[in-house]
């Protein structure tokens, strides 16, 4: 049954997103969105692998942008922010403060105590803006601007910073750099040059990342063809501290290595090992390729590349991640790593596809 959206005012949207501060904090949920017909299909499941809920349906064009202090954020095609709490499903819809002719909304971040949440708003003529937008009052605020060109999309808020991915809209340049930005004023702390590489995925923490990147003189470069943006195929996994350098840590020919999250603290990554196209046949069932954890120097392997398609992950304490993948004609919800050592399926979508998301809230 799809809930209808509203915007509310001051008031109802403290009765419908929770208070804050309570003291009563739920317990912590994994939350993930699957497209399934003309619907996504938002669901919560406890870290446990435990009750399964669906929480609320939305349109399928709408876009889910992130999930902390537990709340989700989805936009939708009208360019509203809505925020979704885990606990009730209740949806609330907030201005961005973005024109639908002229504009576009990228990236939202929640903060640690889900009072705001920031995002990037674009135009192809004037440029970008980074917005503060309180919930309590359903007011947002300009706390930086910039011109024609790059923009942060925020992506997480710590107890320091706004993490965020340095972007071009309106262009089919990849992601430029990877960011953390003063949450009062929007002006970048640290920054890592990723130009030429895939997307990063970070940790809880915001401070460690990781990202794949092609690698010349691995025979490869035939594999893929790429007339616009970053050379592939992306055979070279990477590590970094933000605002350091990367590292790479491993290297595949042959390989297009998908990085799907990285651990609390950083010291784990979960990535998916494909083979690229143009690449060896008869590989199914090979060592080389499937799903994988990196950690100190070491990776190993979750499970062969034999049919399932790694979509997305979140992880839900330092060793431990919950992964979706498609497998048939469903998406399922797994828990990998730790205790796991193949993956244990806990909720599955029937005929759910991609675009799929995977998050993780401490709080609900």
């Known amino acids: 049954m799809r809930r209808q959206h509203r915007r509310h005012d001051a008031k109802s949207v403290s009765q419908y997103l929770g208070n804050a501060h309570s003291d009563a904090a739920g317990p912590s949920l994994v939350v993930w969105a699957v497209t399934t017909g003309s619907s996504k299909v938002i669901r919560t499941v406890t870290t446990d692998g435990g009750a399964v809920h669906t929480i609320v349906s939305i349109p399928a064009e709408s876009q889910i942008l992130g999930a902390a202090a537990g709340k989700l954020a989805y936009l939708s095609s009208a360019l509203s922010l809505h925020l979704v709490a885990l606990a009730t499903g209740a949806d609330a819809s907030f201005s961005t403060g973005a024109s639908p002719s002229s504009d576009t909304v990228f990236g939202a971040a929640i903060s ?16 970008g803006r980074l917005r ?11 706390i930086r601007t910039y011109p024609a060109g790059p923009v942060d999309a925020p992506v997480e808020w710590t107890a320091t910073r706004i993490v965020a991915t340095t972007i071009v809209p309106f262009s089919d340049a990849g992601p430029q750099a990877a960011v953390g930005l003063d949450p009062a004023t929007g002006v970048q702390m640290f920054s890592t040059s990723i130009s030429g590489s895939s997307g990063p995925s970070y940790s809880a923490d915001g401070a460690h990342v990781a990202n794949s990147v092609h690698s010349t003189g691995l025979s490869d470069e035939g594999d893929v063809s790429a007339p616009v943006g970053a050379p592939m195929p992306f055979n070279t996994l990477r590590t970094f501290s933000l605002g350091s350098s990367p590292t790479d840590v491993l290297q595949k020919a042959h390989h297009n290595i998908d990085v799907l999250a990285v651990s609390q603290a950083g010291t784990r990554v979960l990535y998916f090992s494909d083979t690229s196209a143009g690449g060896f046949a008869g590989i199914t069932l090979s060592p080389d390729f499937g799903l994988f954890t990196y950690s100190s120097g070491t990776s190993t392997q979750l499970e062969k590349l034999d049919g399932p398609r790694w979509d997305a992950a979140a992880f839900i304490d330092d060793t431990t991640a919950s992964a979706a993948r498609h497998m048939g004609s469903n998406e399922e919800l797994t828990l990998v790593g730790g205790s796991h050592t193949t993956p244990s399926v806990v909720d599955t979508v029937a005929a759910g596809d991609q675009p799929v998301f995977v998050g993780y809230s401490p709080t609900s």
């Open 112 to 127: 640690p105590d889900g009072t705001r949440v920031a995002y990037a708003v674009a135009s192809p003529s004037t440029g």
């Open 132 to 142: 503060i937008l309180t919930l309590a009052t359903g007011a947002s605020a300009t």
